[in-house]
T-cell receptor, first 113, second 107 residues
Framework: DAGVIQSPRHEVTEMGQEVTLRCKPISGHNSLFWYRQTMMRGLELLIYFNNNVPIDDSGMPEDRFSAKMPNASFSTLKIQPSEPRDSAVYFC???????????FGEGSWLTVV | TQLLEQSPQFLSIQEGENLTVYCNSSSVFSSLQWYRQEPGEGPVLLVTVVTGGEVKKLKRLTFQFGDARKDSSLHITAAQPGDTGLYLCAGPQKLVFGQGTRLTINP
């Protein structure tokens, strides 16, 4: 079975540009998570969805960040406008239910210059 | 907010040595999970501990959950270069993660 699929794997963009990260969770999983990882702050939960509904977005840093899950097989994380401090690895993860094992994608490495 | 503190942050040892890394919190957790993350990849679950005092073994890795369910440890026996990676502990609520221990095993 395919795992969590993220795209792009790497993106370099200029400050002020819009960035859209994409995620396809494991089929049948009802919960989807977006995390951000940096050396300074470690792995931080940004938002998670259950059955396509955002349950907790308290980790979303500010209004420049938005996430959507239009259906059970697709989610996006958008940053507009991007800033250099947004440079990080963004992970999407999914699980069958919120308390079960979480499976991570390989991450999207974002560099904002 | 339940916080998890991991120590040490960095650890570099020689192949064959034993090591222990720690995950501590001031809060009680219903369960704790340990993940390993290799460079360029996402974290992968190693084990979940649920019961206070529980010990779980995964080959050369031994995981222990504290009696009070506020802390956990990971002990690796006879470390090998393949054990190199970032070891993360996580709580069940929103999967709050510790900062991790970055482990390097030198051949």
């Amino acid at each position: 079975d395919a795992g969590v699929i993220q795209s792009p794997r790497h993106e370099v963009t200029e400050m002020g540009q819009e960035v859209t990260l994409r995620c396809k969770p494991i089929s049948g999983h009802n919960s989807l998570f977006w995390y951000r990882q940096t050396m300074m702050r470690g792995l931080e939960l940004l938002i998670y969805f259950n059955n396509n509904v955002p349950i907790d977005d308290s980790g979303m840093p500010e209004d420049r960040f938005s996430a959507k899950m239009p259906n059970a097989s697709f989610s996006t994380l958008k940053i507009q406008p991007s800033e250099p401090r947004d440079s990080a690895v963004y992970f999407c993860a999914s699980s069958h239910t919120p308390g079960n094992t979480i499976y991570f994608g390989e991450g999207s490495w974002l560099t904002v210059v | 907010t339940q916080l998890l503190e991991q120590s040490p942050q960095f650890l570099s040892i020689q192949e064959g040595e034993n090591l222990t890394v720690y995950c501590n919190s001031s809060s009680v957790f219903s369960s704790l999970q340990w993940y390993r993350q290799e460079p360029g990849e996402g974290p992968v679950l190693l084990v979940t501990v649920v019961t206070g005092g529980e010990v779980k073994k995964l080959k050369r890795l031994t995981f222990q959950f504290g009696d009070a369910r506020k802390d956990s440890s990971l002990h690796i026996t006879a470390a090998q270069p393949g054990d190199t990676g970032l070891y993360l502990c996580a709580g069940p609520q929103k999967l709050v993660f510790g900062q991790g221990t970055r482990l390097t095993i030198n051949p």
